[in-house]
């Protein structure tokens, strides 16, 4: 198959290895559950009509319309074992259905964008239209940042920024630091996004990337196991209490040990370590952190290695909180000689804040609103990460202890 150039999603496969990883989760737990998506804007920007207009053809006419190529469908065979061949074939059968989006502009020129759907359905919609509507506003809204009638190619965008990133993976290689590509979501384009993992593929302490097409263009690695939508799922489908409890289970059960990194911030890291028990805490090969003082969460998770029993240079910390390679190297000289980490990092790969100062990247996220019609909430070890309902999110913070019920 010949991929258009042109197009702001590729593939199918131009998605984030975690959301196949869920899907064939939800498919197996709870193939019956409905989902409720919502976006949220957490910067300045604003949209337009036209951007609006354009966000829908391109949900209508090009998303719409990926399927899963032959090709596609032997590297996940051979490169993702852990997919039963039953999902492999529903996923050779998967469409993105346009009717599960409802978008529209307000008053105050912000997005109301709505997905809806079967979850195992409507799963896949998040990373796409995150990366969508990124690439979209800096191609139609904020547009200064482009130099493409520059006269000479070596001094495009594409080309100074993939020279800009090198230098970033060289720092962290001569510091020993391993990491991978977390950025599909906020990326600039797909352009700029592809000439990171083009210089960045050769790098020994490059493990890999979040995005599985561009993991099987460049040959290396697809990275991911699991969001804090699958723990938030399973809040409202098994109970909220001991949500990260039964999320970890399920995730066994499916996965038999692999995809083994925990998710420890989703109703804040005290309540992850409140359920992970010793059984977890040697069944899973770590955890990641997404919120929160990293340096404070890594003594948190030797601690409690420690007080398991457990030798602590035998797990894992995947480090992913907004980072920047100075950050990954300060963590990393923390951690020496007492735990393994290693980091994926998002933004500042695909679009760096610093190299292009004057036009910063979208602040926004598209989370899981509910299941079933039941809301649901996100915590985090950052209160500024808190999502959901505000009545869900009172009472979801008095359960774990965190606040008052009138706070």
Not at 166 to 176: H, M, S, T, V
Request: hydrophobic share 40%; glycine share 6%.
């Amino acid at each position: 198959m010949v991929y258009r150039k042109d197009l702001m999603i590729r593939s199918i496969l131009d998605n984030d290895l975690y959301k196949f990883t869920m899907q064939m989760a939800v498919l197996e737990t709870f193939p019956d559950a409905h989902a409720e998506y919502r976006f949220t804007s957490r910067g300045t920007q604003r949209f337009t009509e036209g951007f609006v207009r354009e966000l829908r053809r391109v949900i209508d006419e090009h998303i719409s319309l990926l399927i899963l190529t032959d090709d596609e469908y032997r590297w996940l065979k051979a490169e993702c074992p852990y997919f039963k061949p039953m999902y492999l074939e529903y996923l050779r059968n998967y469409r993105f259905d346009p009717s599960e989006v409802s978008v529209a502009l307000t008053s105050d020129n912000d997005l109301d964008l709505k997905i809806k759907g079967l979850w195992h359905k409507s799963i896949l919609w998040e990373i796409v239209l995150m990366a969508t509507i990124s690439e979209l506003y800096f191609t139609t809204v904020d547009t200064q940042w482009m130099d493409s009638a520059c006269a000479r190619p070596e001094n495009s965008v594409v080309t100074r920024y993939g020279s800009f990133i090198k230098a970033i993976g060289r720092k962290l290689e001569a510091g020993n630091c391993t990491f991978s590509d977390f950025g599909t979501r906020r990326r600039r384009s797909f352009e700029l996004h592809d000439q990171v993992i083009k210089n960045l593929a050769y790098l020994k302490v490059f493990t890999g990337t979040s995005n599985v097409f561009l993991a099987m263009k460049y040959g290396v690695h697809p990275i991911g196991t699991v969001a804090h939508e699958w723990i938030m799922g399973n809040s409202a489908l098994v109970g909220l209490r001991n949500a990260n409890h039964f999320a970890l289970e399920n995730w066994a059960g499916i996965y038999k040990g692999e995809l083994g990194i925990a998710l420890s911030d989703t109703f804040g890291s005290e309540a992850f370590f409140a359920n992970f028990n010793m059984k977890l805490s040697k069944l899973y090969d770590g955890v990641r952190h997404d919120s929160g003082d990293p340096i404070r969460f890594a003594d948190r998770v030797i601690g409690h290695y420690k007080a398991m029993g457990i030798d602590p240079l035998k797990k894992m910390i995947v480090f992913s909180d907004s980072l920047h390679a100075r950050d990954a190297l300060r963590i990393k000289e923390h951690c020496r000689e007492k735990i393994n980490c290693t980091f994926g990092i998002g933004t500042s790969l695909t679009n760096n804040p610093e190299f292009f100062s004057t036009s910063p990247p979208l602040n926004m996220v598209i989370k899981l609103h509910a299941i079933d019609g039941t809301p649901v909430v996100k915590l985090s070890d950052d209160e500024g990460k808190e999502t959901g309902d505000r009545d869900a999110l009172r009472v979801a913070n008095y359960i774990f202890g965190r606040k008052g019920l009138d706070e």
